[in-house]
């Protein structure tokens, strides 16, 4: 595991974007796996600023994501779809086509969830998967959990989920209770991992996540066992970590 030090969020983006622009540079058809939440904004405004500068070309690359709130449309401002169109692919020259989100809007959770890993599969996997990291060490929407939840599932949204997105929507009867997302396997099946984090309210976690036990009770840990992952962090981030990390 490569632990990459960034002095501030600024620092962290620009040096997530420098691998992600790499990626894209010596294979110019990569499949991307791409995250949404705020930790990722600073990291795609530097990907479109590179593509405005004519430094990058994603005419050939594809991008699957991670999740998506079951029951909401592309429209819905508070979807991954919409999120992902907003806050990068409406500014780069990625093929809409290429993109791939969960349907939020299939009822058949199953349904969903098979059409998802058939486009990853018909991809031919991710080439590189890229991660944001939450408090609890959930990645995508797998929560901590008695196991690790294998390839793209229904999920029941935790309460401390729902409550922290009450505040995006118009009423409370409004937050999604479920979301499509992919699973550990299919995350682990990717190339490469990169892993983004920022502030210190994250410093327990990836001290935990990256340098503690494997157990699905923190989700992330299980990037431990993968081949290729770089973890970009500021020093708010990395401020609890082993003296030789």
């Known amino acids: 595991m490569n632990m990459i030090h960034a002095k501030d969020y600024s620092d962290m983006s620009r040096k997530a974007a420098n691998i992600i622009s790499a990626q894209v540079i010596l294979k110019p058809n990569s499949v991307l796996g791409l995250a949404t939440g705020s930790t990722p904004e600073g990291l795609y405004a530097e990907l479109i600023r590179r593509y405005q500068s004519n430094d990058l070309d994603f005419s050939l690359v594809s991008s699957v994501n991670?999740?998506?709130y079951r029951g909401l449309s592309p429209e819905n401002d508070q979807s991954y779809r919409y999120f992902m169109q907003t806050k990068l692919f409406d500014h780069i020259n990625i093929r809409p086509e290429a993109t791939f989100v969960p349907d939020?809007?299939?009822?058949?959770?199953?349904?969903a969830c098979s059409r998802h890993e058939e486009a990853i599969r018909n991809l031919g996997g991710i080439d590189l998967q890229l991660l944001g990291l939450g408090n609890n060490g959930h990645i995508g929407f797998n929560e901590p959990a008695p196991v690790f939840e294998k390839e793209t599932h229904c999920v029941d949204l935790t309460q401390s989920t729902i409550d922290a997105n009450a505040r995006f929507f118009a009423s409370r009867e409004d937050v999604p209770t479920q979301a499509y997302t992919m699973g550990i396997r299919t995350i682990m099946r990717a190339k490469k991992i990169l892993v983004i984090v920022n502030g210190e309210q994250k410093a327990d976690i990836v001290a935990k996540a990256f340098f503690g036990p494997v157990t699905p009770e923190v989700p992330a840990s299980i990037l431990q066992m993968h081949p290729d992952v770089?973890?970009?962090g500021d020093e708010a981030a990395f401020s609890k970590l082993p003296a030789n990390a």
Do not use: S, Y
Not at 104 to 111: I, M
């Open 66 to 68: 991670l999740d998506e």
């Open 104 to 111: 939020g809007l299939e009822p058949d959770a199953a349904r």
């Open 230 to 232: 770089t973890v970009v």
